[in-house]
């Protein structure tokens, strides 16, 4: 499968831990971009990626979420010190160099549930 | 911010039938739009998208539409088949931003 992965697929952790997840993206995908999605609802962007570099991030993503991708490559996001509203589905998405197109091609997800 | 609403928040169609889902958004800077398909599961698939100078963009039984002026576009989906059954979400991206905003999700059943 060459499209993009993502590393756990579920995790379960209890309130004040910290959780990191992996994503890779589709090879030569220079952006790449993580999203959250919970029951019902839509995905919500949460930051972006232009290479190494983070260009973009959301309100939502609090001082306990962090993100990088310090190769240009894969990316990790940590969540330290969860708590119970953080349980949701975690899902990266990656896009090729604007020249080739735009389309953000998604991930499986990680499924958090925070105890 | 952008918005972008959402109707219905469920479809039931006959298997055969056309559904049409519709999306609003509130930025007018917006210029891309793309629909995914999700079952449940699985990750969000991109099954068709439309940019700002297009008013329509049709891939065999799927199409949509677009109206700037009214800030709306629709999802459209003829003969529909049991497998068009997902919940189906709308996004917008605004000029010059990368993040896509996206609607609440509907979900099409489609009945056999």
């Known amino acids: 499968d060459t499209g993009v992965s993502q590393d756990p697929r579920h995790k379960i952790t209890k309130r004040g831990q910290n959780v990191t997840f992996r994503c890779d993206p589709i090879?030569?995908?220079?952006?790449l971009y993580w999203y959250r999605q919970t029951l019902g609802q839509g995905p919500e962007f949460l930051t972006y990626?232009?290479?190494?570099?983070?260009?973009?991030k959301s309100r939502l993503l609090s001082d306990r979420f962090s993100a990088e991708r310090p190769k240009g490559s894969f990316s990790t996001l940590e969540i330290q010190r969860t708590e119970q509203g953080d349980s949701a589905m975690y899902l990266c998405?990656?896009?090729?160099?604007?020249?080739?197109?735009?389309?953000?091609?998604f991930g499986p997800g990680t499924r958090l549930l925070v105890l | 911010g952008e918005n972008v609403e959402q109707h219905p928040s469920t479809l039931s169609v006959q298997e055969g039938d056309s559904a049409v889902i519709k999306c609003t958004y509130s930025d007018s800077a917006s210029n891309y739009f793309p629909w995914y398909k999700q079952e449940l599961g699985k990750r969000p698939q991109l099954i068709i998208d439309?940019?700002?100078?297009?008013g329509e963009k049709k891939d065999q039984r799927i199409a949509v539409t677009l109206n700037k002026t009214a800030k709306h576009f629709s999802l459209h989906i003829t003969e529909t088949q049991p497998e068009d059954s997902a919940v189906y979400f709308c996004?917008?991206?605004?000029?010059?931003?990368?993040?896509?905003?996206f609607g609440t999700g509907t979900r099409l059943t489609i009945i056999p």
């Open positions: 998405a990656s896009s090729p160099p604007y020249v080739v197109g735009e389309t953000q091609y």
């Open positions: 990626f232009q290479n190494e570099a983070q260009l973009e």
């Open positions: 996004a917008a991206r605004n000029f010059g931003n990368e993040k896509l905003t």
């Open positions: 439309i940019r700002s100078n297009v």
């Open positions: 090879s030569e995908h220079n952006r």
